[in-house]
């Protein structure tokens, strides 16, 4: 939840950047009357695309997850860090229109992706099946021009020479026939940055604006703005290009900052939502990934837009007129009690929708119910829910019940990155012992180790309780069989192990786009039969340590 239900009247609250926390990347904003909206990508995690909302751009609330079905979104065995990328929400003539990459295969030469349409008249209501738009490259987004006609705009993937960045290409969309039409043309081959890619048109005083991300999503991450007075060109570069970046400025608190869009607000002031990344630490990693900050940008006599001020550095916060009171993300805790049937909408599965048939609450006894089904390591069937990391400091515990009959039965909570890298607390049956034991593995780039050389015993048929406790990139754990009897687990654990920047760093893995996440899960590599209960989630971020 990311709204407050006080106000205040006052002219200007200062809100502080970034604006939507945690793994929230490739922001698309979109204004309709007097309400904002938000997209962000999701890649492997499902439900695709959040979308957020705010009328007043100080606070935002989570409204939609719209990629809800597999017939809008089948990413069964996609590899880490594809799936949903950059998605493109507009609005014209009474409906809101989403577009999305659906990428299934990133590294090597090729790279095999789908861009998909749907529609929907309400926000929060029930989109349209997908429309098959191309298949090129990805960051696709919509151009809804005054005269009424629709383009469609994306990177275009060049495997020769090992290019791959080969420009942006635009061609005209006919929405009766659901399709591309005419010829697509190269309209931007890019600046001297590279990596020309996220591309959003903008028309301003009769010229039309072309705004790109280049750098690569990284340090070097920049906005690039370019503009002709014909859609098809020719485009020239705005002369103070880059418009926004933090690349020169390594220290600077908001780094990796790119990949923008822009919108006018109801009192006239234009606003950049974008991504950026906050690096924490001796070895100056984003443990929360990639997040959405929000700029003020001017257009001056020039004809050009700029940050507001001077440079194309990030601000760290900004003054917005409104009435309601900033959120504090200081005190936003998470609390679930499963009192309800259904998991709140800012839980999220990897790659399948969550269903009964592996995942369930019984409103009756207050518990959320997991079956077992493949590992940790799988891109297909993992019987995982998990919310994501907010927060640098932050505590999560749960109370485990669980009667596991042998090793192969599994069940935990983890912090999780992708199927290589994760630290598990989990619970299993040790024949030797004829009894349930606990470790905490370890997953290093597909490299497993356990942190206890000998597992501790547990008492048969008692609750267990699990808990890590996170400060920047050191985690401790902790396990409990009687409340508030902590037990702690002796070593702390580096957990920035769990951030794009190490996963990156691997040789043989290049892409790593997303975030790090807590959840609850269950493995069964039997009969797929067991089932794990937990009693409550709660992830604190405001513990005492």
Known sequence: MMKMDTFIHTDMVKVTNPILRGFNPDPSICRVG???YIATSTFEWFPGVRIYHSTDLVNWELVACPLNRVSQLDMLGNPDSCGVWAPNLTYSDGLFYLVYSNVRRFDGRWKDLTNYLVTAPEIDGDWSEPTVLNHSGFDASLFHDDDGRIWLLNMLVDDRQGKFFGGIIIQEYDPLKKHVIGDRQLIFKGTNIGITEGPNMYKYQGRYYL???EGGTERNHAVSLCRADNLLGPYEVHPHNPILTAADVPAHPLQRAGHASIICATDGQWYMAHLCGRPIGPKSRCL?????????????????LYLLGNGHLPALSLDIPAESTPFDYETADFIDDFSTQELAMSYQSLRVPI?????RIDTQKNVLQLRGRESLSSTFQQSLVAQRVTHFTYEATTILSFSPT?????AGMVLYYNTRHYIYMYVRYDETQSCRVLNVLICDN???TDLLETPILLKNEVDVHLRFQVDDSQLKVAYAQEKNHWIPLPDAIDCSICSDEYVCQKEDYKAAFTGSFIGLCCQDSHLQEG????????IKNSYDK
């Open 34 to 36: 007097n309400d904002y």
């Open 211 to 213: 705004m790109t991300a």
């Open 288 to 304: 929360l990934g990639r997040e959405t900050a929000l700029q003020k940008i001017e257009w001056r006599d020039d004809g050009w």
């Open 355 to 359: 269903s009964r048939d592996w995942c």
């Open 406 to 410: 042998h090793f192969q039965q599994m």
């Open 446 to 448: 597909n490299r497993y």
């Open 531 to 538: 089932w794990a209960t937990f009693r409550y989630f709660e």
